[in-house]
Protein backbone atom coordinates (compact mmCIF):
# COMPACT_ATOMS: atom_id res chain seq x y z
CA UNK A 1 0.00 0.00 0.00
CA UNK A 2 1.34 3.11 -0.68
CA UNK A 3 1.85 5.54 1.69
CA UNK A 4 0.01 8.37 -0.64
CA UNK A 5 -2.76 6.11 -0.23
CA UNK A 6 -3.97 5.60 3.31
CA UNK A 7 -5.37 2.20 4.33
CA UNK A 8 -8.96 2.84 4.65
CA UNK A 9 -11.48 -0.14 6.71
CA UNK A 10 -13.72 -1.54 4.07
CA UNK A 11 -17.36 -0.72 4.82
CA UNK A 12 -19.47 -2.78 7.03
CA UNK A 13 -22.69 -4.18 6.28
CA UNK A 14 -25.87 -2.83 7.40
CA UNK A 15 -28.30 -5.49 8.50
CA UNK A 16 -31.70 -5.77 6.94
CA UNK A 17 -34.73 -6.32 9.09
CA UNK A 18 -35.78 -10.11 9.38
CA UNK A 19 -38.76 -11.71 10.05
CA UNK A 20 -39.23 -13.10 14.31
CA UNK A 21 -39.13 -16.61 12.42
CA UNK A 22 -36.32 -15.69 10.23
CA UNK A 23 -34.10 -14.52 13.31
CA UNK A 24 -34.85 -17.73 15.11
CA UNK A 25 -33.41 -19.72 12.37
CA UNK A 26 -30.52 -17.57 11.68
CA UNK A 27 -29.51 -17.50 15.59
CA UNK A 28 -30.09 -21.53 15.57
CA UNK A 29 -27.78 -21.20 12.32
CA UNK A 30 -24.95 -19.87 14.18
CA UNK A 31 -24.75 -21.79 17.42
CA UNK A 32 -24.86 -24.81 15.22
CA UNK A 33 -21.84 -23.78 12.90
CA UNK A 34 -24.33 -23.43 9.90
CA UNK A 35 -24.18 -21.13 6.86
CA UNK A 36 -27.40 -20.77 4.99
CA UNK A 37 -27.22 -19.82 1.59
CA UNK A 38 -28.25 -19.70 -2.39
CA UNK A 39 -27.19 -23.08 -2.74
CA UNK A 40 -24.61 -25.85 -1.61
CA UNK A 41 -23.60 -29.22 -2.75
CA UNK A 42 -24.90 -32.14 -1.01
CA UNK A 43 -21.95 -33.51 0.86
CA UNK A 44 -21.73 -30.41 2.74
CA UNK A 45 -25.82 -30.58 3.12
CA UNK A 46 -25.56 -33.99 4.56
CA UNK A 47 -22.87 -32.82 7.50
CA UNK A 48 -25.57 -30.27 8.24
CA UNK A 49 -23.51 -27.43 7.16
CA UNK A 50 -24.48 -25.52 3.66
CA UNK A 51 -21.69 -22.97 2.05
CA UNK A 52 -23.44 -20.01 0.08
CA UNK A 53 -23.04 -20.00 -3.38
CA UNK A 54 -22.00 -16.82 -5.25
CA UNK A 55 -21.17 -17.02 -9.01
CA UNK A 56 -18.19 -13.97 -9.85
CA UNK A 57 -17.31 -13.28 -13.28
CA UNK A 58 -14.17 -11.44 -14.53
CA UNK A 59 -11.50 -11.37 -17.49
CA UNK A 60 -9.06 -13.34 -17.28
CA UNK A 61 -9.72 -16.07 -14.77
CA UNK A 62 -6.81 -17.69 -15.45
CA UNK A 63 -5.28 -15.94 -13.36
CA UNK A 64 -3.67 -17.97 -10.41
CA UNK A 65 -5.25 -15.49 -7.41
CA UNK A 66 -8.27 -16.50 -8.30
CA UNK A 67 -8.33 -19.65 -7.23
CA UNK A 68 -6.41 -18.40 -3.89
CA UNK A 69 -9.22 -16.50 -3.46
CA UNK A 70 -11.70 -19.58 -4.11
CA UNK A 71 -9.86 -20.80 -1.23
CA UNK A 72 -9.67 -18.57 1.10
CA UNK A 73 -13.75 -17.84 0.47
CA UNK A 74 -14.35 -21.71 1.54
CA UNK A 75 -12.87 -21.15 4.36
CA UNK A 76 -15.31 -18.70 5.11
CA UNK A 77 -18.39 -20.60 4.11
CA UNK A 78 -18.40 -19.22 0.56
CA UNK A 79 -18.75 -21.22 -2.13
CA UNK A 80 -16.99 -19.05 -5.30
CA UNK A 81 -17.43 -20.30 -8.74
CA UNK A 82 -15.30 -17.55 -11.28
CA UNK A 83 -16.62 -17.70 -14.17
CA UNK A 84 -14.24 -15.81 -17.40
CA UNK A 85 -15.68 -13.86 -19.95
CA UNK A 86 -13.60 -13.12 -23.17
CA UNK A 87 -14.17 -9.41 -23.50
CA UNK A 88 -15.33 -6.06 -20.89
CA UNK A 89 -18.80 -5.88 -22.84
CA UNK A 90 -19.89 -9.53 -20.80
CA UNK A 91 -19.89 -9.53 -17.69
CA UNK A 92 -22.22 -6.18 -16.95
CA UNK A 93 -24.83 -7.78 -18.61
CA UNK A 94 -24.40 -11.22 -17.87
CA UNK A 95 -24.61 -9.56 -13.76
CA UNK A 96 -28.14 -7.72 -14.82
CA UNK A 97 -29.25 -10.53 -16.56
CA UNK A 98 -28.94 -12.63 -13.27
CA UNK A 99 -26.54 -15.35 -14.75
CA UNK A 100 -23.64 -13.93 -11.90
CA UNK A 101 -23.67 -12.30 -8.54
CA UNK A 102 -20.88 -9.38 -8.76
CA UNK A 103 -18.47 -9.07 -11.40
CA UNK A 104 -15.13 -7.52 -10.80
CA UNK A 105 -13.20 -6.70 -14.04
CA UNK A 106 -14.23 -2.76 -14.13
CA UNK A 107 -13.14 0.85 -12.56
CA UNK A 108 -15.67 3.24 -11.59
CA UNK A 109 -15.46 5.43 -15.17
CA UNK A 110 -16.36 1.97 -17.09
CA UNK A 111 -19.44 1.49 -15.02
CA UNK A 112 -20.75 4.96 -15.01
CA UNK A 113 -20.36 4.76 -18.83
CA UNK A 114 -22.26 1.77 -19.06
CA UNK A 115 -25.01 2.48 -16.63
CA UNK A 116 -25.79 5.55 -18.43
CA UNK A 117 -25.66 3.66 -21.82
CA UNK A 118 -27.67 0.44 -20.93
CA UNK A 119 -30.15 2.50 -18.17
CA UNK A 120 -28.77 -0.03 -15.65
CA UNK A 121 -28.19 0.69 -11.62
CA UNK A 122 -25.08 -1.79 -11.39
CA UNK A 123 -23.00 -0.45 -7.93
CA UNK A 124 -19.63 -0.85 -6.38
CA UNK A 125 -19.75 -3.36 -3.60
CA UNK A 126 -15.60 -2.38 -2.90
CA UNK A 127 -12.64 -1.59 -4.15
CA UNK A 128 -9.37 -3.56 -5.29
CA UNK A 129 -6.72 -1.79 -6.78
CA UNK A 130 -5.61 1.33 -9.71
CA UNK A 131 -3.82 -0.10 -12.21
CA UNK A 132 -1.53 1.99 -14.15
CA UNK A 133 -2.52 2.00 -18.04
CA UNK A 134 0.73 1.94 -20.19
CA UNK A 135 2.39 2.61 -23.58
CA UNK A 136 4.10 -0.40 -25.38
CA UNK A 137 6.38 -0.98 -28.39
CA UNK A 138 7.96 -3.69 -29.70
CA UNK A 139 9.89 -1.24 -32.32
CA UNK A 140 10.74 1.56 -30.09
CA UNK A 141 12.54 1.69 -26.86
CA UNK A 142 11.26 4.97 -26.25
CA UNK A 143 8.83 7.81 -26.78
CA UNK A 144 11.50 9.41 -28.06
CA UNK A 145 11.97 7.17 -30.99
CA UNK A 146 8.93 7.35 -32.40
CA UNK A 147 8.71 8.71 -35.43
CA UNK A 148 6.24 11.85 -36.42
CA UNK A 149 3.23 10.45 -38.01
CA UNK A 150 3.28 6.80 -37.00
CA UNK A 151 0.43 4.95 -35.61
CA UNK A 152 -0.31 4.41 -31.87
CA UNK A 153 -3.42 2.45 -31.13
CA UNK A 154 -5.63 2.53 -28.34
CA UNK A 155 -7.99 0.89 -26.38
CA UNK A 156 -11.77 1.59 -28.37
CA UNK A 157 -14.08 1.74 -25.01
CA UNK A 158 -14.62 5.26 -24.19
CA UNK A 159 -13.48 5.07 -20.38
CA UNK A 160 -10.04 3.54 -20.89
CA UNK A 161 -9.44 5.39 -24.94
CA UNK A 162 -10.21 8.59 -22.98
CA UNK A 163 -6.95 7.43 -20.51
CA UNK A 164 -5.13 6.18 -23.00
CA UNK A 165 -5.18 9.54 -24.97
CA UNK A 166 -4.29 11.42 -21.46
CA UNK A 167 -0.97 9.40 -21.62
CA UNK A 168 -0.24 9.75 -25.15
CA UNK A 169 -0.44 13.78 -23.88
CA UNK A 170 1.56 13.49 -21.18
CA UNK A 171 4.44 11.90 -23.53
CA UNK A 172 4.22 14.74 -26.24
CA UNK A 173 2.62 12.55 -28.59
CA UNK A 174 -0.32 14.22 -28.78
CA UNK A 175 -2.04 17.46 -28.29
CA UNK A 176 -6.06 17.27 -26.86
CA UNK A 177 -8.32 20.47 -27.32
CA UNK A 178 -9.17 22.03 -23.60
CA UNK A 179 -6.07 20.01 -21.82
CA UNK A 180 -8.16 16.51 -22.15
CA UNK A 181 -10.22 15.11 -19.81
CA UNK A 182 -11.75 11.22 -18.54
CA UNK A 183 -14.48 12.01 -21.58
CA UNK A 184 -12.00 12.93 -23.98
CA UNK A 185 -12.21 11.00 -27.16
CA UNK A 186 -10.13 10.44 -31.25
CA UNK A 187 -12.21 13.65 -32.29
CA UNK A 188 -10.80 15.74 -29.38
CA UNK A 189 -7.09 15.61 -30.63
CA UNK A 190 -5.82 18.38 -32.29
CA UNK A 191 -4.30 16.57 -34.90
CA UNK A 192 -2.03 19.62 -36.22
CA UNK A 193 -0.48 19.65 -33.36
CA UNK A 194 0.19 16.00 -32.60
CA UNK A 195 3.25 13.72 -33.83
CA UNK A 196 1.27 10.96 -34.34
CA UNK A 197 -1.80 9.17 -35.76
CA UNK A 198 -4.21 7.32 -32.82
CA UNK A 199 -6.36 4.48 -33.93
CA UNK A 200 -8.96 3.13 -31.95
CA UNK A 201 -9.39 -1.01 -31.54
CA UNK A 202 -10.58 -3.68 -29.27
CA UNK A 203 -8.64 -3.89 -26.08
CA UNK A 204 -7.80 -7.45 -25.84
CA UNK A 205 -6.38 -7.21 -29.79
CA UNK A 206 -4.09 -3.95 -28.77
CA UNK A 207 -1.13 -6.32 -28.11
CA UNK A 208 -1.80 -8.05 -31.28
CA UNK A 209 -1.43 -5.01 -33.27
CA UNK A 210 1.95 -3.90 -32.03
CA UNK A 211 3.99 -5.72 -35.39
CA UNK A 212 2.15 -3.41 -37.39
CA UNK A 213 2.04 0.18 -35.21
CA UNK A 214 4.74 2.13 -33.77
CA UNK A 215 2.91 1.44 -30.08
CA UNK A 216 0.01 0.67 -28.51
CA UNK A 217 -1.92 1.31 -25.13
CA UNK A 218 -2.68 -2.02 -23.05
CA UNK A 219 -4.61 -2.47 -20.42
CA UNK A 220 -2.82 -4.69 -17.90
CA UNK A 221 -4.85 -7.80 -18.27
CA UNK A 222 -3.09 -7.81 -21.71
CA UNK A 223 0.15 -7.51 -21.06
CA UNK A 224 1.95 -10.91 -19.62
CA UNK A 225 -0.60 -12.67 -21.53
CA UNK A 226 0.87 -11.52 -24.62
CA UNK A 227 5.00 -11.88 -23.50
CA UNK A 228 5.08 -8.29 -22.72
CA UNK A 229 7.10 -7.11 -20.02
CA UNK A 230 5.05 -4.46 -17.51
CA UNK A 231 8.86 -2.96 -17.29
CA UNK A 232 8.66 -2.25 -20.92
CA UNK A 233 6.18 0.75 -20.54
CA UNK A 234 7.58 3.63 -22.63
CA UNK A 235 4.88 5.67 -20.47
CA UNK A 236 1.84 4.99 -17.89
CA UNK A 237 -1.05 7.51 -16.39
CA UNK A 238 0.11 8.14 -12.83
CA UNK A 239 -1.69 6.14 -10.55
CA UNK A 240 -1.00 8.52 -7.43
CA UNK A 241 -2.78 11.11 -8.90
CA UNK A 242 -6.34 12.55 -6.65
CA UNK A 243 -8.16 12.47 -9.50
CA UNK A 244 -7.15 8.57 -9.70
CA UNK A 245 -10.61 7.69 -7.84
CA UNK A 246 -12.56 7.26 -11.10
CA UNK A 247 -9.88 4.62 -12.12
CA UNK A 248 -10.59 2.24 -8.73
CA UNK A 249 -11.45 -1.23 -9.96
CA UNK A 250 -14.14 -2.27 -7.95
CA UNK A 251 -16.73 -5.63 -6.97
CA UNK A 252 -20.11 -4.93 -8.56
CA UNK A 253 -23.53 -6.13 -7.74
CA UNK A 254 -27.18 -5.28 -8.70
CA UNK A 255 -28.37 -2.47 -6.63
CA UNK A 256 -30.73 -4.63 -5.02
CA UNK A 257 -27.33 -6.56 -3.30
CA UNK A 258 -25.14 -3.83 -2.26
CA UNK A 259 -26.16 -4.84 1.61
CA UNK A 260 -25.63 -8.75 1.12
CA UNK A 261 -23.57 -9.65 3.76
CA UNK A 262 -21.79 -12.69 2.12
CA UNK A 263 -20.95 -10.39 -1.18
CA UNK A 264 -19.70 -8.12 1.54
CA UNK A 265 -17.61 -10.95 2.97
CA UNK A 266 -15.76 -11.79 -0.12
CA UNK A 267 -14.72 -7.94 -0.79
CA UNK A 268 -13.25 -8.52 2.58
CA UNK A 269 -11.67 -11.99 2.59
CA UNK A 270 -10.22 -10.01 -1.00
CA UNK A 271 -8.80 -7.33 1.02
CA UNK A 272 -7.67 -9.25 3.74
CA UNK A 273 -6.58 -12.25 2.47
CA UNK A 274 -2.43 -11.47 1.83
CA UNK A 275 -1.83 -14.91 -0.63
CA UNK A 276 -4.91 -12.95 -3.01
CA UNK A 277 -2.92 -9.85 -2.30
CA UNK A 278 0.38 -10.83 -3.48
CA UNK A 279 -1.38 -12.63 -6.59
CA UNK A 280 -2.73 -9.70 -7.63
CA UNK A 281 0.66 -7.96 -7.73
CA UNK A 282 2.60 -10.83 -9.50
CA UNK A 283 -0.47 -10.85 -12.07
CA UNK A 284 0.49 -6.59 -12.10
CA UNK A 285 3.92 -6.95 -12.22
CA UNK A 286 3.68 -5.28 -8.81
CA UNK A 287 2.35 -2.32 -10.48
CA UNK A 288 -0.94 -2.33 -8.76
CA UNK A 289 -2.05 0.15 -6.21
CA UNK A 290 -4.45 -1.90 -4.19
CA UNK A 291 -6.90 0.10 -2.16
CA UNK A 292 -9.34 0.06 0.46
CA UNK A 293 -12.31 2.88 -0.58
CA UNK A 294 -15.52 2.70 1.51
CA UNK A 295 -18.15 1.53 -0.34
CA UNK A 296 -20.18 5.34 -0.17
CA UNK A 297 -17.12 6.94 -1.31
CA UNK A 298 -17.13 4.58 -4.30
CA UNK A 299 -20.59 5.26 -4.73
CA UNK A 300 -20.37 9.17 -4.59
CA UNK A 301 -18.09 8.93 -7.38
CA UNK A 302 -19.70 6.66 -9.67
CA UNK A 303 -22.87 9.07 -9.74
CA UNK A 304 -20.67 11.95 -10.07
CA UNK A 305 -19.21 10.63 -13.31
CA UNK A 306 -22.68 9.22 -14.10
CA UNK A 307 -24.33 12.82 -14.18
CA UNK A 308 -21.61 14.31 -15.77
CA UNK A 309 -21.74 11.10 -18.31
CA UNK A 310 -25.27 11.73 -19.05
CA UNK A 311 -25.33 15.40 -19.24
CA UNK A 312 -22.44 15.17 -22.43
CA UNK A 313 -25.53 13.09 -24.22
Known amino acids: MSENHPQIAPPTSRRTPLLIGLAVLVVLAVV ?5 SRGGDDATAAAGEKNEKVVLGTVGASDSYWQVLVDAAADEGIDLEVKDFSDYTQPNPALSEGELDVNQFQHIVYLAEYNVANDDDIVPLGSTAIYPLGLYSTKHESVDEIEDGETVVVPDDDSNQARALLILQSAGLITLDDGGSIYSTLA ?16 DLTPTSLPDVAAAVINNDFVEKAGLSF ?12 NALPYVNIFAVRAEDRDDPTLLKLVEVYQETQAVLDGVQ ?5 TAELVKVPQDELQASLDEVEADTAARQ
Open 231 to 242: EDALATDDVEDP
Open 188 to 203: DIDEDASRVQVKAIKA
Open 32 to 36: GGIAW
Open 282 to 286: DVAGG
